[in-house]
């Protein structure tokens, strides 16, 4: 029998391992099930929250699962914190797979800020327009800037804002089409969490060319004592250690 494993998912990386391990493993995607159009990954997968640290648990020691790999989001630091305390309790072994945060680069302007608020407080310094590519969680943060914002999101918000104009879109985006959505809305500055990867990185470039300051909110840190690996190769390699 091969090895049983949760893949936490909810990012393209995670879609990404499950085809690669699935000829070696016996793998149970998870997906917090929230977003509309949802790319389902290849095999087996479950949607919706487990209930907490205890429900995690339960599932856990009853599907038998002998490794998981928590994949999702930088952001999504709740679900790795429950994988670290279920796993813990039950001795079994975690990796979180984390893509590389963005680098600066020559001719960027950025402004790091620990939280959407601390961005929110910083935005009147920087710019009248904005743009808000943070997701539809945390945009009540930035509901009393006085600033016209353009908030976009993969589905819309409940309840939706009055406050912000919505566009509702879903990546990958191109440097061609991030740089004639910023001219065209007369953007003069953007707000980003450091979510890292491909899919959303043009607006970066397209900030970059245009000379727009950038605003981008830091990752919550990762639990101490974490196991990470920074891509799906790596992932793949401590797999097959555990397996022998
Ligand atoms: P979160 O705040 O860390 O998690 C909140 C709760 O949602 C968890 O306690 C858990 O509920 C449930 N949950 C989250 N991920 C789950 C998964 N993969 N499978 C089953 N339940 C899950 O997470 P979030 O920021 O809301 O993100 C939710 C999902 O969207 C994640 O899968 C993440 O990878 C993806 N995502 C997040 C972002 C972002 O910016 N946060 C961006 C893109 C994609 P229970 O306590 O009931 O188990």
Redesign the pocket.
């Known amino acids: 029998m091969p090895d049983r494993v949760l893949l ?4 393209a990386e ?1 879609r990404l391992l499950a085809d690669e391990l699935s000829s070696e493993y016996d793998v149970v ?7 509309s159009e949802l790319r389902l990954p290849v095999g087996e997968s ?8 205890a ?2 648990t339960q599932w856990l020691a009853e599907q038998g699962i002998d490794a998981v790999v928590d ?12 994988a670290v305390a279920a796993t813990t309790a039950l001795n079994l072994p975690l990796l979180v797979l984390r893509r590389p945060g963005w680098q600066e680069q020559p001719g960027d302007t950025w402004h790091w800020t620990p939280d959407a608020q601390a961005a929110a407080t910083l935005l009147p310094k920087l710019g009248r327009r904005v743009f808000l590519t ?2 539809r ?2 945009l009540a943060a930035f509901a009393d800037t006085g600033l016209w914002t353009l908030a976009r999101c ?1 589905d819309p918000p409940d309840p939706v804002p009055t406050w912000c104009e919505l566009l509702l879109d879903r990546g990958p985006y191109n440097v061609a089409g991030e740089l004639e959505l910023l001219q065209t809305r007369q953007i003069d500055v953007l707000v980003t ?1 450091n ?1 890292g990867g491909d899919m959303t990185a043009a607006k970066l470039t397209a900030a970059r060319q245009l000379g727009i300051p950038v605003v981008l909110i830091e990752r919550p840190p990762l639990p101490p004592g974490i196991q990470v690996a920074h891509t799906t190769a790596e992932v793949q390699a401590w797999l097959a250690d555990r397996t022998g």
Not at 8 to 11: E, H, I, N, P
Not at 29 to 35: E, T
Not at 46 to 53: A, E, K, M
């Open positions: 936490l998912g909810g990012t995670a995607s998870s997906l917090a099930g929230r977003v479950r949607q919706g929250g487990f209930g907490g640290v429900g995690l994949a999702t989001h930088p952001f999504a630091a709740t679900m790795t914190a429950h943070i997701g969680q945390g993969v969490k979510s």
